[in-house]
């Protein structure tokens, strides 16, 4: 079992080009880095997966479109989960009352 530093920390992160696979094969270090709110910094030359498209623009002008968070929810499941997941969905039905 690896007793991580953060310098240790950083040196493994580098050793690797894909985030994705830094969080399978190197779990632990992961976890550290995470824990002590580092990882944003020890990862930032990798390469990550797929951007998120629902930014909270796109989701604005969807919310044009469909008035109503019930609009949304029927027609457009990945804008609804994405408003949902981010907290969004008061920004973009402000006048619902819950």
């Known amino acids: 079992m690896t007793k ?3 310098e240790k920390a ?3 992160a580098k050793k690797f080009n894909k985030f994705r ?3 399978r094969k190197a779990a632990g270090c992961y976890k550290y880095l995470k824990r002590n709110g580092w990882l944003d910094e020890a990862v930032s030359h990798m390469e990550r997966g797929k951007q998120t498209f629902w930014t909270l623009e796109r989701l604005k002008e969807e919310a044009t479109i ?3 968070r019930t609009e ?3 027609n457009s499941r ?3 989960n994405a408003a949902l997941k981010n907290n969004f969905l008061d920004i973009l ?3 619902v009352v819950a």
Do not use: C, I, Q, S
Request: charged share 30%.
């Open 4 to 6: 991580w530093t953060k």
């Open 10 to 12: 950083f040196r493994h």
């Open 21 to 23: 696979e830094f969080d």
């Open 66 to 68: 469909l008035k109503t």
């Open 72 to 74: 949304l929810y029927k």
């Open 78 to 80: 990945g804008a609804y």
């Open 93 to 95: 039905y402000p006048n």
